[in-house]
């Protein structure tokens, strides 16, 4: 019966969050490479593939969402070993429940020379069609923009979640907000915070609606720190022009709900303005994007620029 | 018990809308004066305030969405006669059930030198807040943009519907869709169709998400023309680089459904895409546009740029 | 942009409604006969058919959802000319807006010997299945139970709605609640009222997930009272052993948060307990019904047992 | 992006479920004694406390909701250690996956002489209240009704679980279904199945809309069996009187569009109905039961009488 739902408590004590690399980035490098014997199809508690202080950047590579096993027009995704291969986990050195961690995204460019694009049963935002593969030809390369569809850390509690559902611990996001020069922030959850990312997307329409996007194999390169003694509820974003926040549920006006939320706690934290404040600015100048409708929950990141707010506390 | 769902089915035999103004175009200009004396606030049928033909061109005004009743802070919300006064009806000869209302926006202006903000019990995606009317300051220029919050005809089946609530007639969509340079698309519904406007916004965040945009009387020059024997289930709108269909209901998953549904039916209808190859392409480069979700029904935007299809049929 | 949500709010200043009828009953019997010629299709403000005094018993009769039209196999919905034919609208003398409408549900036979269940296009909870009209042989008399699908008054703000659409107002609620022994309570909207009634229901599973019930005409004896200047947000029944209320609108989740806000506020006002207290006593007590899932709008009703509550205030 | 939504398809596969103890019931008893020391918070693959085969008896016991912490009025959910605190897992000799495991409710007494009620900051379906515990008096002993709100097995996928969030491995279902006199199927998604419960509940309203029910440590009497290749989407209940199906997500349109889905397909495959006749039946005489609406995710239970069915297949 009981139920914990700290992500829509109203009073966020959410602020000062790293906007920049700390000063104190020891930018070592740190690689590893994926292949589909490492991969993990599971956010949980496992042992991690390498391990980071914060500052360093992780130069490493995903497998697309079907394992990279679709290689030409006929193969069908039978020959999948499973759902969005992760790559990882990686641990945080001092990383600690209650923590947020902290991810720059530096460069992400695509591993191979094909897209894949698939319908199947059940899948999408419309459709119980049957089972449809099919390749399509790639799209004009001016419209290319690459990102993670899944990028996440361990979840609490002791869970362990599917690579297929996106929620508080970040996950299959499908979410352009995951491309360079932005910067993610997740909770920290267990000892090492545990990262994995992997369903590299290029091109994908707004909500995802018939389930897959250009999917690609990835090359990423990511700088990891952390922000010490500040819990994040629900996945955060921020580049130099804008804040924006995640909300990730069922149905799409939850996710808005939470994603707003979530937002006027963060610019009444950090910005100074009251909550209703903030409410009623972003009811005239904040952004939805629905990123996803097709995964078990749903995706939507508010936003708002950073010229309408006033300085930083 | 019985239902029609109309606006929900698949197949949707809709093309060859006219995209630009017809070769018929007779462009007299109709000029009509609104005052809180004239305005209705239900979408019905009730005696038009002026007759035009296809091709002839609206000059027009609309109140703000208080019926200009708050002049200065310190003003209450209780000084409004009636939410959303609405401009018209204006009766279109030769618009006949089952025709296609063809509204080119051609110009908006503020018709005042203000804004007004507000929220208010029980308004707004978040809020259970107590009743707390406030002015803003008008938002920097460079952001403001211009458009009908309430545009729509008279309902099918006999309805009249208040001025609050948008759904298959068009209505209060809140949507910036209505700006310079689209045209929209409304089903005729009833013999001159009836064409009802008002609610002008200058700025507005996605959601509008307290209640409320930035509030404004306004002058809009319309065009409007009709596409016979042709109906449309939902409101939808084109430009030179766009079409948009939306869809209107709650919660927000089924309005992206609709607005989906109808995309793909107009793609396939126009542009001759098979439903699935229009799906498909529409996961990979469409958009989505949450207008609102604080009046009674929400409304999305689903979108595709041109570029993407092939030539119309 | 603006929108009342009066039916959302908390606190709920609704108090001693009329449980029997009241003292000052005068019996006399109004009967009026409903053809296919005199029945309405929308709920709103047209010319009554007949008036009646508080206290007054009406003998009416309705036709079946479909005009009584399908009269043997073979016969299609084609030949219907409208759903949900409504009969009325009765004006009650002395009711003005902000009062409460009262009907007891004295009788309800069946005015035939034929039950139609049905579905077609577009319609139920689960299907998009072709058009497939069917005739049932009757189900077992022993389930048998009579209720009026549609029943309800002139909604507010001088709308007319269509008889597919339940609201505020009442309409088509599907709801097994309209039965003998059973109350109603109804706002007044519009002065007389103006009591619309139709659809009626031999046998209806939860949900009415299909899209019909078992189509009966129905004979109906109702007796009308009045509670002055009380106002009833949403519909509400009673029996002499439970109090229910009824919310109306989608997701179904809202109908269950509105259904239940009114009968905290109910069992507040009536009953004398802590709006906090209701709440928790309806989480150990309390009851749900799922009416319908097919309309436009969902409806559930709310209900507690009258012998957990302390003696009415 | 890619999701399996195996739960929703329409066809389903599903039949000659063990309706009463097989044959091949070796009804050996074995009993084992949770304490807080053994309880788990998660659904997942972990050693089992004992192991049973089909046939079986299990005599267990299971610590309230908050780990029989609250003892008495003053003491605060604090003192809780987790929530839900859960008995298990059983391991079941023979169980793999695409077996259904087969649980018969022999017996639930209260293992205690008090039931605790709370709620506490957002809990609940209408709140967004303080902190506020609380201790109830006994509700008449005539309503009380044992069940056990807990009872699941391993997820699927690799998942662990917590022990708040009901799901396709039933979980916080918090459905009185799960008393005395039922039989439950759930999916088997590892080997041995692993079956937890806990959660005991006497009395709860509809919904459990404050977000608990009386609240009790129990001892529990299950007999366990299993259907070998047989899958099972979602829990199923059956009864002498009636099958249930169950359906969990949000919103709860979604669990109940499940729900019927399973128990259409069920109709279809074990009484030889075709999945529209069967569809329209439950319009007809279908029963919905909301069991929850306070956990992430909600709980639906359709339901029809076997009276109205044809004789099994």
Chains 1, 2, 3, 4 share one sequence.
Not at 142 to 161: D, K, N, Q, T
């Amino acid at each position: 019966m009981r139920v914990h739902l700290a992500g829509l408590s109203l009073v966020l004590p959410f602020s000062t969050l790293a906007q920049t690399p700390s000063a104190s980035f020891k930018s070592e490098v740190v690689q590893y490479h994926a292949t589909i014997d490492t991969v993990k199809y599971v956010y949980g508690v496992t042992p991690p593939v390498a391990r980071l202080r914060p500052g360093n950047i992780l130069e490493s590579n995903s497998l697309d969402c079907f394992g990279n096993a679709i290689k030409k027009p006929g193969d069908t995704l039978s020959l999948s070993k499973g759902d969005n291969p992760l790559t990882g986990p990686f641990f945080i050195e001092g990383a600690e429940p209650g923590d947020t961690l902290v991810v720059h995204i530096l460069d992400l460019q695509v591993d191979g020379n094909q897209g894949v694009g698939a319908f199947a049963p059940g899948f999408g935002a419309l459709n119980e069609t049957n089972y449809t593969p099919m390749l399509h030809p790639p799209l004009p390369e001016r419209i290319w923009f690459y990102f993670l569809g899944c990028i996440g850390v361990a979840p609490s509690s002791g869970e362990a979640r599917s690579s297929v559902v996106p929620a508080e611990f970040g996950g299959n996001m499908d979410a352009p907000e995951v491309s360079v020069g932005n910067t993610l922030y997740l909770p920290v959850n267990v000892s090492g915070g545990l990262l994995y990312f992997g369903d590299g997307h290029a091109a994908m329409g707004d909500g995802e609606i018939a389930g897959t996007a250009i999917e690609v194999p990835m090359k990423a390169r990511l700088q990891l720190d952390l922000v010490k003694g500040k819990h994040t509820n629900w996945p955060r974003f921020e580049n130099e022009n804008e804040i924006m926040a995640a909300g990730i549920y069922r149905p799409v006006d939850d996710a808005v709900r939470i994603a707003f939320t979530e937002l006027v706690g963060w610019i009444h934290a950090d910005y100074g303005l009251s909550e209703l404040d903030a409410y009623e600015l972003l009811s005239k100048v904040g952004k939805i994007h629905l990123t996803e409708m097709v995964d078990p929950n749903y995706v939507v990141v508010a936003s708002i620029e950073k010229k309408y707010l006033p300085a930083k506390k």
